[in-house]
């Protein structure tokens, strides 16, 4: 293994202050849990270039695949996560993958818990525990279940926390190391404006963190390249000789649902795949608007009428329903997450105004992977497999899990920030969010970035010990 280069981590020099003044630049799903975390011992000001309450999703122009009718990302407090409802799951040990080094991929899974009660609950956090007694063999191939209803993050009400403040519509341009700080350097409006703080962390997303990298002074190579995102989408249908089978895979208590991965042996790529029941065998001819305005949108209101319906066993049949617990004919549509080899040419840049530009391609050995991956789950399932007449590639769309732009490496010759997050070429700048995820297996990537926010603070709160703050002061 190689030597971590910037290791090893402060006590870092304050001057003379009780508690340390930390900057967070994004409120998404790594920003706030940080916030949280952090204003236990920190004095937190949060930099969100969105609003309060709105939803402003940027204009992202893409040069290679399109991504899709959904916005992939927003800007608002909340981030991207305040557009979904949550499926937090986690990666197999194999899934990680030779890119993350291995104190992360040994450290990663005890902030699991933590964060998904942060995010979801107590009862998630439960759920959550118990998610492997829900298991059960489908061959050689894997089965991990969990849909929970995560909550938008709460940063919206965070007024009310102790020691965070956040300025909205704030967009931070650059930090820059000066003395024994980072000076942050945003637009408020129409003004410029700066801040001091003793330590800055970006978390502005796969897409944005690169940009105020690059404008920070980061000029590494690696800095907004080997753009990942899952391809998704409607790829096939199985056709079962027997619905029970199907079935009695996907019934699973308390919103849990079930979500079968299958490793590659050719390429190593990883596949998840969702069962979602229908009638026949026909696909439609508008895969992703179907989607979108049918299947997904149809489920989320389901779900919210079942609330109201008094009747319990009337509840639970439409509950089963839509959950798409149930087959209610032979035929189940398969909806599949993709794995993505890094590239280095798959990018993101900002153009001169600013925008997002982004090169994301999709691979043809990903594709033969997934079809290798579709036959295995058939079999196992004894079902037949139907493939859509225009291929499988036309029918993926974007996962909406941009990452890996700002890739964890032991080496800064490798990737942008070493093991603890702390940027290569800095000693006061951190980076954790979507873009520091060196690979992301098959599984969404909320729990991985949300889990990193997590061990982030518990390294921080080491090195920021009072302990360490008051020697410091004191020798100063
Ligand atoms: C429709 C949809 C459904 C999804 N469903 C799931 C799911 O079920 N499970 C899952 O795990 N993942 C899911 N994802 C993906 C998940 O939302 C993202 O991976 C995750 O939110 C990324 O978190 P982040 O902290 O990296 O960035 P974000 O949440 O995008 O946060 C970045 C924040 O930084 C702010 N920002 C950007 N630039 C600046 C700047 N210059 N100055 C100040 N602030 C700035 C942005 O406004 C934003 O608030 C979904 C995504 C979408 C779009």
Same mark, same amino acid.
């Given at each position: ?21 930390? /900057? $967070? ?7 706030? /849990? ?47 996560? %305040? ?36 995010? %979801? ?34 940063? /919206? ?32 409006? /129409? ?18 963190? @690169? ?48 979500? $079968? ?15 979602? @029941? ?27 009428? !079942?609330?109201?319906? &008094?009747?319990?066993? !009337?509840?639970?049949?439409? &509950? ?11 035929? %189940? ?69 941009? %990452? ?25 700048? !951190? ?17 991985? $970035? ?16 009072? &302990? ?9």
């Amino acid at each position: 293994m190689r030597k971590d280069e910037t290791k090893p981590s402060p006590p870092y020099v304050f001057s003379g202050r009780v508690r340390p003044q930390i /900057a $967070i630049i994004g409120s998404g799903l790594a920003g706030e /849990a940080l916030a949280a975390r952090l204003s236990s011992f920190c004095e937190v000001t949060v930099f969100e270039r969105g609003s309060t309450r709105g939803l402003y999703s940027p204009h992202v122009v893409s040069s290679g695949r399109s991504l899709g009718l959904h916005s992939t990302v927003n800007y608002g407090l909340g981030g991207t996560t %305040a557009l979904w409802r949550g499926c937090l799951l986690d990666m197999e040990a194999d899934e990680f993958g030779a890119l993350w080094p291995d104190i992360v991929k040994k450290e990663l899974p005890r902030s699991y818990l933590e964060f998904v009660t942060h995010l %979801a609950g107590e009862r998630c956090g439960g759920l959550w525990s118990r998610r492997k007694e829900w298991d059960s063999s489908l061959g050689d191939i894997l089965e991990r279940s969990l849909l929970v209803p995560a909550r938008s993050p709460r940063l /919206a009400k965070s007024s009310t926390w102790r020691s965070v403040s956040v300025r909205t519509n704030c967009v931070v341009d650059r930090v820059e190391e000066k003395g024994s700080g980072v000076v942050v350097v945003f637009r408020d409006g /129409a003004n410029w404006q700066q801040q001091f703080f003793d330590l800055a962390i970006v978390c502005a997303g796969a897409l944005n963190t @690169p940009g105020i990298l690059r404008r920070s002074g980061i000029f590494s190579p690696l800095v907004g390249s080997n753009l990942t995102d899952h391809p998704m989408g409607l790829v096939a249908k199985l056709e079962v000789g027997n619905p029970m089978r199907v079935n009695a895979q996907l019934a699973r208590p308390d919103g849990l649902r079930t979500i $079968i991965k299958i490793k590659d042996e050719a390429t190593s790529l990883w596949a998840s795949f969702q069962l979602c @029941p229908t009638h026949d065998t026909s696909f439609a001819e508008e895969h992703y608007l179907s989607n979108a305005n049918g299947g997904g949108g149809r489920m989320f209101s389901a779900l919210e009428l !079942y609330e109201k319906v &008094k009747n319990q066993s !009337y509840r639970e049949m439409w &509950k089963n329903r839509a959950l798409g617990r149930k087959c209610v004919g032979r035929f %189940a549509y398969v909806l599949a997450t993709l794995e993505q080899e890094p590239n280095e040419d798959d990018t993101v840049r900002n153009d001169s105004s600013g925008r997002l530009i982004l090169s994301w391609t999709i691979a043809e050995a990903g594709v033969a992977a997934l079809t290798r991956s579709l036959q295995k789950l058939a079999a196992s399932f004894e079902a037949e497999l139907h493939l859509p007449p225009d291929g499988i590639s036309s029918r993926l769309w974007s996962g909406a899990h941009h %990452a890996s732009t700002c890739r964890i490496s032991l080496n800064g010759d490798t990737g942008v920030v070493d093991s603890n997050l702390r940027v290569h070429q800095r000693q006061r700048v !951190y980076a954790c969010d979507a873009s520091v995820l060196p690979s992301t297996g098959a599984s969404h990537t909320g729990l991985a $970035i949300g889990s990193l926010a997590m061990r982030l603070a518990d390294h921080l709160q080491l090195c920021l010990s009072d &302990k360490a703050t008051v020697r410091v002061t004191e020798k100063a």
